[in-house]
């Protein structure tokens, strides 16, 4: 079901605060290219529908210029604050996003088999194109590495401060420094 972007009301209770403009003109990028994937959850209002979950994609669908969004009209949000306020929380808690290295894998896939350019990839994926070229650059880093990016010990910024060190030896030299000392990533 399509709904009317002027017809939906923003969720008071949205549990995420933090909208970043980067990361909403990226989503809006991706919108643009594919449409919004995941419809929003909303419930029928005196006014309209109110939001339930999906503030993110409402408001990247606004600046990627749409009128109108996919939605799901929640059958048994009859109002109560409580109900609204745990399916928000609920839905941004089921939904866990790829790991660097599971993004590193993705693009590399697109970019060999499909003979994509950084470019054209960051394009199709709403990504900076460095973004793009860094994460296909950690693939380059020795296993206890990449295992720690995928695990989490270390971020994808520590990957690739550690890119930057010429040997494989010195790399694993300093993941051993970030992980025992607990560097941020402008120490390593």
């Known amino acids: 079901m399509q709904i009317a972007i002027t017809d939906i ?14 990361s909403l003109q990226e989503l809006a990028d991706s919108i643009r290219m594919h449409g919004i994937l995941q419809p929003l959850l909303v419930r029928e209002g ?19 210029g749409l009128t109108e969004v996919p939605v799901i009209v929640h059958p048994g949000s009859g109002g109560r604050l409580e109900e609204r306020l745990e399916l928000a929380l609920v839905e941004n808690l089921q939904r866990t996003d790829l790991n660097p290295m599971e993004e590193a894998r993705a693009m590399q896939r697109l970019l060999r088999d ?46 690739v401060a550690l890119l930057g060190i010429p040997s494989v030896s010195d790399q ?17």
């Open 9 to 22: 009301q923003p969720n008071p209770e949205q549990p995420r605060r933090g909208f970043e403009p980067g």
């Open 46 to 64: 005196l006014a309209g529908y109110e939001l339930i979950a999906g503030e993110r994609r409402l408001r990247a669908a606004e600046i990627a």
């Open 114 to 159: 499909f003979g994509l350019t950084q470019d054209a990839l960051a394009e199709r994926l709403g990504k900076n194109p460095v973004t793009i070229a860094q994460r296909v650059r950690l693939l380059g880093l020795p296993g206890p590495a990449i295992k720690a990016i995928e695990t989490g010990a270390i971020t994808a910024g520590h990957g």
């Open 172 to 188: 694993l030299v300093g993941l051993e420094r970030i992980t025992r000392e607990h560097w941020n990533v402008r120490q390593t």
